[in-house]
């Protein structure tokens, strides 16, 4: 039990600490790329380790980051513009309709948020769609908004996250330089690789099925048959 313990907490301590670096990495690089055009590839690169990491790779941190921060540095900076394009917009005009106290405005105002909730969503799905699919640039916010809207129950538990890892960091600012970004992109990380996961056995699945009924009923009778015998192994 002792030795358990001390297994569990060595795990959670290192898995803090690589956060930790994570998160000095993150925000070096993003203020190297003067915020716009360092945020899209430093955002990328650590999603790529996220990934490796929650899969088991043991990569190191520093040479790995620097290596995915270059390899995608184009394709990163038009996720993270075309993202923070699109969220000044949305603030600007909330700003704008929020302020006039006409129906109209407050109207087109909540709007709006919703629409807000909604980009903040396509942008948790993001980086980790584009750190485990190979897609044109583009595409990644079409299929990440419809991922958000399909997988409603996945996307508010990674909204619920978001809200508090937000409050948390308001109320603590503190980890901000050290903890924030990483433990959020950790996280929606981890919660999309499963999502991700399930999404593309289920498609798979959807897939044989569709294969099987055009070969005919005689190839679903033996995958039935197969199922069966494999149930009464189990």
Known sequence: MNASWALKAYTLFDTLLWIACLNLLWLVFTLGGLVIFGVGPS???????????????????????WGAYRRNFRRGNVLGVVA????????????????????????????????????????????????????????????????????????????LVTAAVGIVSLRLPGLVPFFSVGVWMFLVGWLCDKFYSSNDESMADVSVGATLEKRGPRALATVRKSQVKVANLG
């Open 43 to 65: 955002t990328v690169a650590a999603h790529e380790l996220i990934r490796c990491r929650v899969r088991g790779d043991a990569v190191p941190l520093m040479p790995a980051f």
């Open 84 to 159: 923070i394009f699109v969220a000044a917009m949305l603030f600007a005009n909330w700003k704008f309709f929020s302020v006039e106290p006409t129906f109209l405005a407050q109207l087109a105002a909540g709007v709006i948020v919703l629409l807000s909730i909604i980009f903040v969503a396509t942008l948790c799905y993001l980086f980790p769609m584009y750190a485990r699919y190979q897609l044109p640039v583009l595409r990644y916010f079409t299929q990440s908004s419809r991922f958000a809207l399909r997988n409603l129950a996945g996307t508010v538990l990674l909204l």
